[in-house]
């Protein structure tokens, strides 16, 4: 059964950093490209970072580039989301995806993050 | 950048009844089109991607149809589990979601 099990979130002050995890199992993760998704409070949903199977490419929307940085370790079947220069419009629940063919194929639970003084 | 506008963005409906949600592209997509089921609480589910094709373990009620810029998904007969907020999602040229459809039981 593939699961993927988010950790990190938390409440942090605008300005500073967070770090999110995404613990991988049941499948091949160097295999597989993978995801962040976020869903601020009572919206849609919005796509934050993709990295390739080897790690060697990574791409971001123009919201988060240059603060947001998308990162894998493939021995530990662990991803991760850096996320530097948080603003309170970066307060949403954080979603680690598997992609299959560019479809997000299986989603974790989530992990909140709230920018808030 | 392509934009992704769903309608309408909520729908009541009976149980059996046959429902149709729509997802426009600002530009043609090429069929790089998915759609996600969210029910309340739950992260989203993957239900059709390519435009019509069903994803594994998804009840046969659900379809996709469409191409170039306009897709719809359709469910054949409405059940109670299917209360839901859909998103579609373009893969084409980056990751955008839909603004989503609240599905609820009239």
């Known amino acids: 059964e593939v699961q993927l099990v988010e950790t990190g979130g938390g409440l942090v002050q605008p300005g500073r950093s967070l770090k999110l995890s995404c613990v991988a199992s049941?499948?091949?993760?160097?295999?597989?490209?993978m995801s962040w998704t976020r869903q601020a409070p009572g919206k849609g949903l919005e796509w934050v970072a993709s990295?390739?199977?080897?790690?060697?490419?990574?791409y971001y929307p123009d919201s988060v580039k240059g603060r947001f940085t998308i990162s894998r370790d493939n021995a530990q079947n662990t991803l991760y989301l850096q996320m530097n220069s948080l603003r309170s419009e970066d307060t949403a629940t954080y979603y680690c995806?598997?992609?299959?063919?560019?479809?997000?194929?299986?989603w974790g639970q989530g992990a909140s993050v709230t920018v808030s003084s | 950048d392509i934009q992704m506008t769903q309608s309408p963005s909520l729908l009541s409906a009976s149980v059996g009844d046959r429902v149709t949600l729509s997802c426009k592209a600002s530009?043609?997509?090429?069929?790089?089109l998915a759609w996600y089921q969210q029910k309340l609480g739950e992260a989203p589910k993957l239900l059709i991607y390519?435009?019509?094709s069903l994803q594994t373990g998804i009840p046969s009620r659900f379809s996709g149809s469409g191409s170039g810029t306009d897709y719809t998904l359709t469910i054949s007969s409405l059940q109670p589990e299917d209360v839901a907020t859909y998103f579609c999602?373009?893969?084409?040229?980056?990751?955008?979601f839909g603004g989503g459809t609240k599905l609820e039981l009239k």
């Open positions: 995806t598997r992609m299959d063919y560019y479809v997000m194929d299986a």
């Open positions: 049941g499948f091949t993760f160097n295999n597989y490209w």
């Open positions: 990295i390739t199977n080897s790690g060697g490419s990574t």
């Open positions: 530009q043609s997509i090429y069929n790089s």
């Open positions: 390519d435009a019509n």
């Open positions: 999602q373009k893969y084409y040229s980056g990751w955008t």
